[in-house]
């Protein structure tokens, strides 16, 4: 896999246009199985084929119990300088639930051991949604935050993916899916609890304390350009929307003989629009009127304009310099991005 990876860095090194690489994010799957020094290899060979910023954010994403200082410091020492690790709650009940390998007490260790390893850049991914947690368990996963040293995190409602084990269960009957009233309940309590911890909603589902936002997650919001190289990897130039091969070993044999392991689609100017709604609508930064005036012709612009009212209406969207979704907006970012969609 290691070998195919470097053989599409390579391939693709003219993808972004030589634009100077400011973030790169090592996601998946679970890159924390991966050792460090294929870690290393991988980063030697993106900083020799791109150009990359000497302050380049640098993510890897960890599961708690494959963190140690060892590894750590060894993610350090080669340049790895934010650590995505993925908690998702701190009630054992709820990762047994979730079919993950780590306990509770494991996920706060590993963040605290994490952090007193040299890496203070640290995001932690908590999931809300859960069938059977309640209320209390939320506030109480909330809670644990405020112990723990970190300048990001991600909260997600549980959503139910095809052919997973959750999504057998729940079509089985043999679980029900939590109600959206209760995960209003708690999308709303998660708004209050990390304004009060001096976390920043900068997006839907980001929290950051001041100046920690996730460079990386922000560029796919501010409609920059990125490139993914892997099985299911995406990326965007600005005209094309492209997406890799799922499958590990059909990407590997196809990269290895030179044969088509992606597809790709040309985006048309009312297909831009619908993906700058849906990704800008979401941030704490809005959907700038500015930006549709220039990248997108009037018809598109007046559509906007005309669409945008009813929901300033219902006070669901407000504008300041940017039509910005308001707290109870975000609860409907869904909705209101389709209405504004063109189909
Ligand atoms: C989206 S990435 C994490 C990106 C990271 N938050 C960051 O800022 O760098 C992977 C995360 O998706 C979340 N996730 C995975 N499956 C999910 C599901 N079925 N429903 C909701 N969230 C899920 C988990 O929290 C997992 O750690």
């Known amino acids: 896999m290691i070998e195919c990876l470097c053989l599409e860095i390579e ?36 900083q020799s084929t791109y150009k990359v910023s000497q302050k380049a954010e640098i ?10 200082e060892k590894k750590i410091t060894a993610l350090k020492n080669i340049g790895v300088n934010r650590l995505s690790i993925g908690v998702q709650s701190f009630y054992d009940r709820d990762l047994e639930f979730m079919n993950r390998s ?44 405020s112990t723990l040293n970190i300048t990001h995190f991600s909260a997600y409602a549980l959503t139910v993916e095809p052919n997973t084990h959750l999504h057998y269960l729940v079509k089985s009957k043999k679980i029900s899916q939590v109600e959206d009233s209760v995960i209003e309940s708690q999308f709303k309590l998660l708004q209050d609890m990390s304004e009060k911890m001096n976390f920043i909603q900068y997006e ?3 929290f950051c304390k001041k100046n920690m936002m ?8 501010e409609d920059k350009w990125y490139l993914g190289i892997g099985p299911s990897a995406h990326s965007f130039n600005g005209k094309e929307r492209r997406w890799n091969i799922k ?32 990704t800008c609508l979401r941030t704490k930064w809005g959907v700038s009127f500015d930006f549709l ?18 929901w300033i209406k219902q006070k ?10 308001t707290k109870d907006g975000m609860l409907l970012a869904d909705a209101i991005s389709s209405d504004l969609f063109i189909t």
């Open 214 to 221: 996730s460079k990386h997650n922000s560029s796919y919001w």
């Open 247 to 278: 499958s590990n070993s059909k990407y590997i044999s196809r990269v290895k003989n030179s044969q088509v392991y992606f597809e790709l689609e040309l985006l048309n100017q009312k297909q831009k629009y619908n993906e700058y709604i849906l």
């Open 293 to 310: 005036n220039k990248n997108f012709d009037v018809d598109i612009q007046n559509h906007f304009k005309k669409e945008i009212q009813k």
């Open 11 to 46: 391939e693709r090194k003219h993808y972004l246009s030589e634009k100077t690489v400011e973030t790169i994010y090592f996601g998946g799957g679970t890159p924390s199985l991966v050792d460090s020094e294929k870690i290393k290899y991988l980063l030697e060979k993106i």
């Open 102 to 145: 780590h306990n509770s007490t494991q996920a706060i260790d590993a963040v605290n051991l994490a952090y007193n390893s040299g890496i203070k850049n640290i995001t932690i991914d908590l999931i809300y949604g859960i069938p059977g947690q309640s209320m209390k368990q939320w506030e109480e996963n909330l809670n644990q935050l």
């Open 204 to 206: 839907i589902s980001n």
């Open 316 to 325: 669901k969207v407000i504008q300041n310099k940017n039509y910005e979704l």
């Open 59 to 68: 993510t890897l994403e960890l599961n708690p119990d494959d963190i140690t």
